[in-house]
């Protein structure tokens, strides 16, 4: 028998539990990566005098928005599967429970689950890495600018990939996703403090 390990990566071999995925991936990096450039802006902007303050603000974040994006993938993925099992039976007068086409939906909610999970932790965390080295390495300004870069440089990965999978110039597609995060930079540096 695979290991879970295994039936996991072939899971994401599969074009149609890929695709879901990487959609739920990106969206949801792209939501926690935004959110980490607001938290960045508005951190430096309102003199949180250290950086481990905002790490704990971003790493505060990361739970809630990870959580909500395995919870509620898990749970819209949940009801579809079994929509999509019952209007199967239906269709054939059988029922499929424990057979392989349960098993793969079932595994392929976890690897949207998953991915859908994984994507705010890395737009959210990465950003925040230059606050870890504020006071060593980088002042709180500099930190911030370098997050804010990484978190621009982030949203850019995420367009230059979808505008190479949908055949796009991935150069258009990722100076777009980029310019999300400068306008949400830029977006708190003007509100009124």
């Known amino acids: 028998m695979a290991s879970p390990t295994s039936r996991f990566l072939r899971l994401l071999r599969d074009e149609s539990v890929l695709a879901i995925a990487r959609r739920y991936f990106v969206s949801n990096g792209f939501d926690g990566t935004l959110t980490s450039i607001g938290i960045i802006v508005g951190a430096v902007l309102s003199g949180i005098p250290d950086g481990f303050t905002v790490v704990k603000i971003g790493v505060g974040a990361a739970v809630g928005?990870?959580?909500?994006?395995?919870?509620?993938?898990?749970?819209?993925?949940?009801?579809e599967t079994r929509a999509d099992i019952r209007r199967l039976e239906r269709a054939m007068l059988v029922d499929l429970d424990d057979t392989q086409i349960e098993r793969k939906k079932r595994g392929a909610r976890t690897v949207h689950a998953t991915l859908s999970g994984l994507g705010p932790l890395i737009g959210i965390l990465v950003p925040l890495v230059p606050f870890a080295f504020e006071g060593s390495v980088f002042s709180m300004?500099?930190?911030?600018?370098?997050g804010v870069a990484l978190g621009t440089g982030i949203l850019a990965v995420f367009g230059a990939y979808m505008g190479s999978i949908s055949g796009q110039r991935w150069y258009v597609s990722a100076f777009r996703m980029a310019l999300?995060?400068?306008v949400v930079a830029g977006i708190n540096v003007v509100l009124p403090s």
Not at 66 to 78: D, F, L, N, P, Q
Not at 141 to 146: K, L, S, W
């Open 65 to 79: 928005l990870g959580t909500s994006a395995v919870w509620s993938v898990w749970e819209i993925e949940r009801a």
């Open 180 to 182: 999300a995060g400068l």
């Open 141 to 146: 300004a500099e930190a911030g600018f370098v």
